[in-house]
């Protein structure tokens, strides 16, 4: 059957009758290194597109209409715009660290892609922490925003700079919490495990309520991780016109970015992966018939359709919601959402020591 | 012969930080210099002029009849009173009686340009606290407003359409189906304000109790329209000083006690009902008859002071003419409601955080030509 | 307050107030005249008597007549609804009036716009600087009648 992991098995085995397997090694090595930068471009291009269209459709608005075929190229068209513009330094800026910046975003971003489960036995790097790989790598990012803050000498972008660490390394805490809960249900780390899990049922199902709260709790908090309306305070742009990337021009604004869409593609990738099963496909229970019509539905549509509706949801909040006030965003996890999954968290321990759940 | 505006040196522990004059939120070349003490300000100082025309003194060398076209200039969001405000004061000064049928029309354009102002203040507003969705439904409404004005006035948004003795040409012969099908239209669809913004938890997290402003500082302050009502200040000329038909005409004065950037909100929301009311009465009640009082060619006011007070959908707006017999006014002064209601917002500000500030200037609708006249 | 009322007690606070009649009142307000000397504290007691109350200060602007300069004070009453209208002559070479920012808040405003408009001193204002006009501005008051500015005037 055509599938991923059959084109990847062929292109393995093709390699490993042409070339000595040390050269092998490196030439796959190459060619998930250029995946990877195909797939980060490709998916910024497409998620912008789509949120540009999705904005649209909720502001009674047609969108880009005028590049390509109902506007579907609009996006690659500003990158071209943006790759010939100008990327200007301000001469009061930290240079290096100006400059630097942005690509720390985008190797975070691309970093994170590795551990990802795109379909059936096709990832990159089935590490066996993977889940604690991804909050810990995901951490780094608040670097590259602190840098850029700080280094752009602009007291706009040094205070958004600042409100974005506060932001960060408060919703990293329940983020963790939420995805801690399906590790105790799973008793892996291993992305493929955790995956392997669902295969009788999705998490969120088989988990009762406290995993229900434990997925709200996640949506929220990378809603807010990846520094995303209403959760925007970072860029806030009525307040700090464009936050820490407001000296930023170019290309090197365009990785700022790319790297924020692939970030929310990611944790998007990471929700669905924990709790909507993966690539698993949608089963009821003992429906033979039905379920083996999920099953012909392939691996990819799986996964990709569910990250795309959590994709979907993050936009549904950006335009729908204000923004919060910083004291409040503070207080919303500190005092709510942070009790409320350590509660939960409880819970779910309790529920995994008795063999509650499905 | 000036003292300058000090430079800040020493900041000390302070940040001070220039909002605008090119600042998305203040919608407008508003320059604001905010000390900050981390988020939370300090002090904000308004530096002004970056617009300024200086109307009054370019209306000492216009005609009666020119000078109203640049008053459409000041608060380019209720341009329509702002030229009522002006006829007004001249018709005063001639002793002019204006035809019911002027009458009935220029209230009619009144509200229906407040209605268009406060739409575009919700959207504008909605926008500052990071929702974007709003404006584009605002938008809806105002547009068809706008096309009424269009038809009937030839303009959307500076109408000139107000001369003095009346109004310069009679309506569309279609503008009361339109305004009609706008009540249609508007009844539908005011419940999606509701239930996109007022109801939701986090705007009215970022409203209630922000930017408090009690009523005698609003009196003091000067401070006029749904602002100083949104303190339960009785301050709307239309019901205390009523002119043209306002008197005949059945409308609450909107009054909220809250004194929060909420309730200045909701002041807004509901005086825009107000003026749906007014509209309804009026409009299948429009006089027959003259359009327009007849008057010289060329307009000549008695010597002496004449002042005028209407109400726009920012506040009281004041003309004051001071002729010397002539073709021109020897002075004009335009007290603008925007003007007054700027200078309270250091008083409001200081000690909340730098987020409520684009709550305050969004509940105090400031518009910067009428700052800046 | 009826106007005459109002006029008698206005007598009564400032005997040397003189009041104004005709056109120059048009607006049916009471208008009087009087000198910058005593305005400070006729000025609080408009506001201060509980019997006038004036304490809404709703236009603050000054006219220049090219021999002297008039400040115009237009006051309201939110208790009972009655106006005046303060007129006050100055020397035009050496325009000085007491601030009344303190008595009602919205003349600081008010007042920094006729300081730079009109060059008009006001004793005691907390925060007299230029408002409007761009700073290190040279030159005349640009609403003074003698101003001239060549390229940017529109002249008929």
Redo the contacts between chains.
């Keep these: 059957m055509w599938s991923f992991s059959n084109i990847a098995n062929q292109l393995h085995y093709w390699l490993n009758d042409h070339f000595s397997p040390t050269l092998t090694l490196i030439i796959e090595m190459v060619l998930a290194g250029v995946a990877v930068i195909g797939l980060f471009a490709g998916l910024g291009l497409v998620l912008v597109i789509m949120e540009r269209k999705v904005s649209a459709w909720i502001q009674l608005r047609l969108g880009p209409n005028r590049v390509g075929p109902k506007g579907m190229l609009q996006s690659l068209a500003d990158t071209f715009k943006l790759l010939l513009k100008e990327g200007m330094t301000p001469s009061g800026a930290d240079k290096i660290m100006f400059n630097v910046a942005p690509f720390i975003a985008m190797i975070v971003a691309m970093l994170l892609l590795a551990p990802i489960a795109f379909a059936k036995d096709f990832q990159l790097w089935d590490l066996n922490i993977g889940v604690l790989y991804v909050s810990a790598i995901s951490s780094v990012s608040v670097i590259s925003i602190l840098m850029a803050g700080w280094s752009s000498n602009n007291k706009y972008s040094l205070m958004g700079a600042m409100r974005s660490g506060a932001q960060i390394v408060s919703y990293e805490l329940s983020a963790g919490l939420s995805v801690l809960a399906v590790i105790v249900m799973t008793g892996s780390l291993q992305v493929s495990d955790i995956i392997h899990s669902q295969a009788d049922g999705w998490w969120i199902f088989k988990g009762h309520i406290p995993m229900f709260i434990a997925f709200v709790t996640f949506i929220i908090a990378v809603t807010a991780e990846t520094n995303r309306a209403p959760f925007d305070l970072a860029e806030a742009e009525s307040e700090l016109t464009a936050g820490f990337h407001t000296e930023y021009s170019g290309m090197k604004f365009a990785l700022f970015f790319l790297a924020e869409y692939v970030n929310v593609f990611i944790v998007c990738a990471l929700g669905a992966t924990l709790f909507l099963g993966g690539w698993m496909p949608f089963h009821i229970g003992n429906w033979e018939g039905f379920n083996h019509v999920m099953d012909y539905i392939p691996s990819s549509v799986w996964f990709f359709g569910k990250t795309f509706f959590l994709i979907w949801l993050i936009m549904w909040f950006r335009w729908t919601f204000p923004r919060l006030r910083i004291d409040q965003l503070l207080n919303l996890e500190w005092k709510y959402l942070l009790p409320i999954s350590m509660v939960n968290l409880l819970l779910v321990t309790l529920m995994a020591i008795l063999k509650w759940h499905f | 012969?000036?003292?300058?505006?000090?430079i800040v040196t020493d900041m000390g522990n302070d940040?001070v930080?220039n909002v605008g004059p090119q600042?998305?939120?203040t919608h407008g070349v508003l320059h604001l210099v905010i000390t900050l003490n981390g988020?939370t300000i300090k002090k904000v100082e308004?530096?002004?002029?970056y617009i300024?025309r200086?109307i009054?003194?370019?209306c000492e060398?216009?005609t009666y009849r020119q000078f109203i076209y640049v008053t459409s200039r000041m608060d380019y969001l209720s341009a329509h009173i702002n030229n009522h405000a002006c006829a007004l004061c001249i018709e005063?000064?001639l002793g002019l009686e204006i035809p019911p049928r002027a009458q009935a029309i220029r209230v009619l354009m009144d509200e229906l340009t407040r209605i268009a102002s406060h739409e575009l203040w919700w959207g504008a507003m909605?926008?500052?606290?990071?929702?974007?969705?709003p404006?584009?439904?605002a938008f809806?409404e105002r547009e068809t407003i706008t096309d009424i004005m269009e038809e009937t006035c030839g303009a959307r948004l500076t109408m000139n359409y107000m001369v003095p003795g009346g109004v310069m040409q009679d309506l569309h012969p279609s503008f009361q189906q339109k305004v009609k099908d706008f009540l249609v239209l508007y009844k539908r669809k005011i419940h999606e304000y509701d239930e996109?913004?007022t109801g939701?938890v986090?705007?009215q997290?970022?409203m209630k109790n922000v930017g408090y402003l009690s009523p005698e500082?609003a009196?003091?302050?000067?401070v006029?329209g749904p602002s100083a009502r949104g303190s339960g200040?009785?301050?709307d000329i239309r019901k205390?000083y009523p002119y043209e038909i306002y008197d005949k005409l059945q409308f609450d004065e909107v009054l909220e006690t809250g004194g929060d950037s909420f309730a200045r909100y909701m002041v807004r929301l509901r005086e825009m009902n107000e003026s749906i009311k007014i509209i309804e009465q009026l409009i299948d009640n429009i006089p027959e008859g003259d359009f327009q009082a007849k008057t010289k060619a060329v307009l000549k006011l008695?010597?002496?002071?004449?002042?005028?007070?209407v109400e726009t959908a920012r506040g009281?707006l004041?003309v004051?003419i001071?002729s010397e017999g002539g073709t021109t006014p020897?002075?004009i002064?335009f007290?603008s409601p925007g003007?007054?209601n700027?200078?309270?917002l250091d008083?409001i500000a200081r000690g909340s955080?730098?987020?409520?500030?684009?709550a305050m200037m969004g509940t105090l609708d400031l518009v910067i030509p009428d700052i800046?006249r | 307050m009826l106007p005459d009322e109002l006029k008698n007690k206005i007598t009564e606070l400032l005997p040397s107030a003189s009041f104004e009649e005709g056109a120059n009142a048009a607006s049916g307000w009471v208008t009087l005249n009087m000198e910058a000397g005593d305005w400070l504290a006729f000025a609080t007691n408009l506001k201060r008597d509980p019997s006038l109350a004036f304490d809404y200060l709703f236009c603050l602007t000054c006219v220049d007549w090219k021999t002297h300069l008039t400040m115009v004070y237009n006051l309201d009453s939110t208790t009972y609804r009655h106006n005046l209208v303060v007129k006050i002559k100055l020397d035009r070479n050496k325009p000085e009036i007491e601030s009344v920012s303190e008595i009602w808040r919205t003349a600081e405003f008010h007042e920094r716009e006729v300081y730079e408009m009109f060059g008009v001193n006001f004793l005691n204002h907390p925060d007299l600087r230029l408002l409007i006009l761009p700073d290190g501005w040279e030159g005349k008051n640009p609403l003074r009648k003698d101003f001239d500015d060549p390229v940017n005037m529109i002249k008929l």
Excluded at chain 2, 126 to 133: Q, S
């Design positions: 012969m000036y003292r300058e505006t000090e940040l930080i600042h998305p939120a988020e308004p530096h002004l002029g300024h200086s009054e003194k370019m060398s216009l005063k000064g909605a926008m500052d606290l990071g929702a974007f969705t404006f584009f439904h809806r996109m913004v939701n986090i705007f997290n970022r500082d009196i003091s302050y000067g006029t200040v009785k301050c205390l008695p010597k002496g002071e004449f002042y005028t007070r009281e004041g004051y001071v020897y002075r002064k007290r003007f007054s700027l200078s309270v008083h955080k730098l987020g409520d500030l684009v800046d």
